[in-house]
């Protein structure tokens, strides 16, 4: 049986969900399942419903999330603990493919239980791809990448005043 391997997508430049996602599409494509976990984001992506009615399970922050910067103390607990609690949840779920979107912001910002994110990983089931995504990867996570693309970012709307376009960027 294949073991299943590691994929990392990071850095700084565009894409590192949406090659997630991509995959993930391949994996239901195949008739395999697919568990996706979104960290420090609202849960309001476009891409989110079309994989749920493919049969993806999607799990992801609540409508009206705060970016990280904007979280009081309270609110960042809070949130910690959902990440926390989704992670419980998939860990005790078969899928063939487990995507952990935005990872390593959350294992760096300390928005989820480090050790929890790595039997994710280092512990996963025979057969169990997973992907990570972020900019800055934890080096454990570098370390347990069969597959490790960084996004690099040359040149984006962003710096010409152009702000995130639905379809596009979400």
């Not at 994929?7 to 995959?23: D, I, N, Q, R, V």
């Not at 929890?116 to 454990?140: C, F, K, N």
């Not at 996570?141 to 639905?166: F, L, N, V, W």
Request: proline share 5%; glycine share 10%.
């Amino acid at each position: 049986m294949d073991k299943g391997l590691v994929h990392l997508y990071w850095g700084e430049g565009k894409g590192k969900t949406t090659a997630a996602f991509g995959l993930a599409l391949r994996m239901l494509g195949s008739g395999g399942t697919v568990t996706v976990v979104q960290f420090l984001k609202d849960g309001q992506s476009s891409e989110l419903d079309p994989l749920r009615r493919l049969g993806a399970k999607v799990y992801s922050g609540q409508p009206g999330t705060k970016f990280f910067s904007q979280m009081i103390p309270e609110e960042r607990q809070e949130a910690r603990a959902r990440h926390n609690e989704l992670l419980n949840l998939v860990l005790e779920s078969p899928c063939d493919l487990l995507v952990l979107d935005e990872a390593c912001a959350a294992c760096r910002l300390d928005m989820v239980a480090e050790d929890l994110l790595r039997r994710a990983v280092l512990e996963r089931p025979e057969g169990r791809e997973v992907v990570l995504t972020g900019r800055d990867p934890a080096p454990w996570m570098r370390e347990a990448a069969d597959y490790s693309t960084e996004m690099c970012c040359r040149k984006h709307p962003y710096q010409q005043g152009i702000t995130a376009r639905k379809g596009v960027e979400y």
